[in-house]
C-alpha cells in the first residue's frame, strides 16, 4: 500500500487532478462522493498568496470530508515558495505538492510550473526551499520533460527523491505536446522500476475508463493513477474503475436521475461556497459534461447556461427531471 508520510492510501490509489477552475471544493465533493482516494486543491501561485490575492487565499479552503487532501503550489522563487508553504501549513491540509508540470504559457514564462523543466537545478532548490519551511509531507507533479529530445524525467525523480520528496505524479506527456497527442506512460515506468526509486509514482494522462485504468495499471506498474479530464461532469469515474477491478464488470452508466442529482448538488455546492452570482456562472462549464449526448437537451442546456438566478435554475433543473426523467442512456 502507498504511502505519502503518514498517509495510508488504499492499494493502487485513484486521485483527482488539480485543474484550474475546476478542481474546487464542490468538484472534490462529487469526486469524494464517488470514490477518489486522493485529491489536490487548483493550483495556487506562491506570489499571488503572499500578495494576499483574495482568489488565491480560497483555493485554500479544505474541509475534513475531503481528506485526504493536498494544497498545490506552483512558482519560480525560492522565497516565494518557502513563504506560500508556510502559509498552505496554517490551513492544514495532509500534504503539500507543487506544480512543475502547467504547460500554460503564463505560467511558463515566469519560470514556473513545466517551465522548470528546463532547469533541474532550480526545481531542486524550489523543491528544497518547500521542504524545508514546512513539517508536511512534499510531493512533486510534473511532466516527462520540455520536448521529446529532452526527456529528464528519471534524472528528476532521482534529484527529488534524495532531497526529501516523498511522491512524484508523472504527466506522460512533455510541455511542447500541451494536451495533445498521447501520453507516454513507458517513461513513467521506467522511474518506477529504477531500483533507487522507493517513493510512490503514479501515472496521469488520458486515463476515461475502467478498462484503460486497468490496462494501465497491469501493463506499467505504478503505484496508482491520477484522473483529471475525464471526471469534470462524470465523477462516477472513480468507482467505476474500482468496481471493474474487482469484479471485471462495468457499473450501470449513471442515470438521468443520477446526473441530474450530481449537477444540481454541484451547483448548490458551488453558490454555498462562492456565492450565488460566481457560484451560478462558473458552473456552466460543467453543465455539458453532465449532460453530453442526450437527444434532445440542446433547449435545456440553453436555458442553464443562461439563467442568473439560484431559483430559476432550480426550477430548469425540475423541468429536466419532469421531461428526461426516464432517458434511457444506450
Not at 23 to 34: E, G, T, V
Not at 71 to 85: H, N, T, Y
Not at 142 to 156: A, F, H, K, M, Q
Not at 308 to 326: A, K, N, R, S
Request: proline fraction near 5%; include cysteine; aromatic fraction near 10%.
Amino acid at each position: 500500500m502507498p504511502k505519502i508520510g503518514n498517509i495510508e492510501l488504499p492499494d493502487f490509489p485513484l486521485l483527482l487532478a488539480p485543474m484550474e477552475d475546476v478542481s474546487d471544493p464542490p468538484f472534490r465533493r462529487l469526486c469524494k462522493l464517488h470514490g477518489a482516494d486522493l485529491m489536490y486543491s487548483e493550483f495556487i501561485s506562491s506570489e499571488g498568496l503572499i500578495r494576499d490575492a483574495i482568489k488565491s487565499r480560497q483555493k485554500l479552503d479544505i474541509f475534513d470530508y475531503e481528506r485526504p487532501v493536498g494544497i498545490q503550489i506552483f512558482g519560480g522563487d525560492e522565497e516565494a515558495m518557502a513563504m506560500s508553504a508556510k502559509i498552505v501549513e496554517t490551513v492544514q491540509p495532509d500534504l503539500v505538492d507543487i506544480n512543475f508540470g502547467c504547460p500554460v504559457k503564463k505560467v511558463v514564462s515566469k519560470g514556473a510550473g513545466a517551465g522548470v523543466l528546463k532547469d533541474v537545478d532550480l526545481m531542486v532548490r524550489l523543491t528544497k526551499a518547500v521542504i524545508k519551511s514546512t513539517s508536511l509531507p512534499v510531493t512533486v507533479k510534473t511532466r516527462l520533460g520540455w520536448d521529446e529530445d529532452s526527456i529528464n524525467i528519471d534524472e528528476v525523480a532521482e534529484r527529488l527523491q534524495d532531497i526529501g520528496v516523498q511522491a512524484l505524479t508523472v504527466h506522460g506527456r512533455t510541455r511542447a505536446q500541451m494536451y495533445k497527442g498521447h501520453s507516454d506512460w513507458s517513461h513513467i515506468a521506467r522511474v518506477k522500476n529504477n531500483p533507487r526509486i522507493t517513493m510512490p509514482v503514479f501515472g496521469n494522462g488520458d486515463i476515461d475508463s475502467p478498462e484503460k485504468a486497468l490496462e494501465y495499471r497491469d501493463k506499467y506498474g505504478l503505484d496508482g493513477i491520477m484522473i483529471g479530464r475525464a471526471a469534470i461532469g462524470y465523477p462516477w469515474i472513480f468507482n467505476e474503475i474500482k468496481h471493474f477491478f474487482k469484479t471485471g464488470e462495468h457499473l450501470p452508466v449513471p442515470s438521468m436521475k443520477d446526473r441530474i442529482e450530481a449537477a444540481r448538488n454541484h451547483l448548490i455546492w458551488s453558490v454555498e461556497w462562492k456565492n450565488e452570482r460566481v457560484g451560478v456562472v462558473e458552473m456552466r462549464r460543467h453543465y455539458t459534461n453532465y449532460f453530453k449526448g442526450i437527444h434532445g437537451f440542446k433547449e435545456y442546456k440553453q436555458k442553464l447556461v443562461t439563467t442568473d438566478d439560484l431559483h430559476q435554475l432550480l426550477d430548469v433543473f425540475t423541468e429536466i427531471e419532469q421531461v428526461f426523467g426516464d432517458y434511457q442512456f444506450a
